[in-house]
């Protein structure tokens, strides 16, 4: 007895052995300050931004996209499935406890067992059954699915302002349909009365007949941008109502384009801040730091593996005296596995998860990147589109 809980304790004692990196956010550079100048201004970082814009109508469709988006509906299913997953991997880490009742009924060949007839053969019994985690397997690897956990929340919290960001975006696109094709019936009934006029004048002998072609095919260009601009309404009208995990049909309106209030200018921030802010980088951030613990996993499988097992319970060839004293049964054991030669495999494993790790440390530098250049295009956008603007007018 003695032996046994010295075999164990001294398995409990090497189950603190963790292999493995552990995961430290890497050095990234990042630039003292946006290349365009913004504004000092209060901070609205933490604002919803859309409601900047004063639109009832806007705010009323982004929230039933946020109820209805079946993007975003995806997006939630994935994280709780990730959510399970933890709960899932995690139970390696704990003790397995099984029962089993069975009941049989036979006869055995007399040739084996002489003077057997039929018997019966009745078991209940528990199974305990825990695989130590000598060197961190399970804890890396529920580490691991942790951090895919916080990269699934960033996901899905991607898809929530992307969808906020689509739904806004497509409004205002249908805005400006709105009010484009409200120009162009003016432009067609001016065309149309333009081309009445020459058509009058043509009759009376007083333009020639090139002036009644070069009207007609005006008005006939007019028509045609008329209904351009009308099936560009419909189908982003369409596009919206996926957007609001609905069928497509009409959509209601809120203010006019040239009535929209426009948001304050971008508030003063540091470029170091978007490490925190953005949920795409900390998605990055979390897959890598999930990648860098499989590391482990894979390193704890070139090591040693110790299995631990009990059972106890009752059998017996009488049901009425199953559960006798001198039915009970019951072992215990331990099992001790070491890989001694597979030809480098599981070293190579090693490799495949650095070499993914690698992978995954240049995509999250990749993904800061691609936030600077998007943040730096959009304030550039911000600069120039009023002087377009202004010239267009």
């Known amino acids: 007895m003695k032996a046994r809980l010295a075999v164990i304790s001294t398995a409990m004692l090497l189950a603190g052995c963790l292999l493995g990196p552990d995961y430290e956010r890497p050095e990234i550079e990042t630039p003292d300050e946006f290349r365009e100048r913004i504004s000092t201004g209060a901070?609205?970082?933490?604002?919803?931004?859309?409601?900047l814009f004063e639109d009832p109508e806007l705010e009323r469709l982004i929230y039933i996209a946020l109820e209805e988006s079946k993007d975003l509906a995806i997006a939630?299913?994935?994280l709780e499935e990730t959510r399970a997953r933890l709960g899932f991997v995690r139970a390696d880490q704990f003790p397995r406890l099984d029962a089993a009742v069975g009941a049989t009924r036979g006869n055995l060949i007399e040739q084996i067992v002489p003077g057997a007839g039929i018997q019966d053969n009745f078991v209940l019994k528990a199974e305990l059954s825990f695989q130590v985690d000598?060197?961190?397997?399970?804890r890396r690897s529920t580490e691991a699915a942790r951090a895919e956990l916080f990269a699934s929340e960033e996901a899905r919290y991607t898809?929530?302002?992307s969808?906020?960001?689509?739904?806004?975006?497509?409004?205002?696109?249908?805005r400006d349909l709105d009010q484009r094709y409200e120009i162009a019936k003016r432009t067609l009934k001016t065309r149309r009365d333009s081309t009445d006029l020459v058509l009058a004048r043509f009759k009376k002998g007083t333009v020639p007949r090139l002036d009644v072609n070069q009207a007609q095919i005006q008005e006939a260009q007019a028509a045609i941008e008329l209904a351009a601009f009308e099936r560009q309404v419909i189908q982003t009208e369409n596009l919206l109502n996926v957007l609001l995990g609905r069928n497509p049909g009409p959509i209601s309106r809120g203010q006019p384009l040239d009535d929209q209030y426009l948001p304050p200018e971008v508030p003063s921030g540091l470029p170091s801040e978007l490490l925190e802010r953005r949920p795409d980088i900390r998605a990055a951030e979390q897959?890598?730091?999930?990648?860098?613990?499989?590391?482990g996993v894979a390193e704890a499988l070139r090591y040693p593996s110790l299995s631990l097992t009990a059972s106890g319970g009752y059998a017996s060839t009488q049901l009425s005296s199953l559960t006798d004293g001198s039915a009970a049964i019951w072992n215990i054991g331990a099992n001790f596995f070491a890989p001694l030669f597979n030809a480098g495999q599981n070293?190579?494993?090693v490799e495949i998860?650095?070499?993914r790790t690698e992978q995954l440390l240049q995509q999250y530098e990749l993904t800061i990147l691609q936030a600077f250049r998007e943040v730096e295009d959009a304030l550039v956008a911000q600069r120039f589109f009023p002087r377009r603007a202004t010239f267009a007018a």
Do not use: C, H
């Not at 897959?287 to 590391?295: G, M």
């Open 163 to 174: 969808l906020i960001a689509d739904v806004a975006s497509t409004y205002f696109l249908m």
């Open 159 to 161: 898809v929530l302002i």
């Open 43 to 51: 901070a609205i970082s933490n604002t919803p931004w859309w409601e």
């Open 76 to 78: 939630t299913a994935r």
């Open 347 to 349: 070293k190579q494993r």
């Open 134 to 138: 000598l060197f961190g397997q399970y």
């Open 287 to 295: 897959l890598l730091a999930a990648q860098t613990a499989r590391i």
């Open 353 to 355: 998860e650095i070499a």
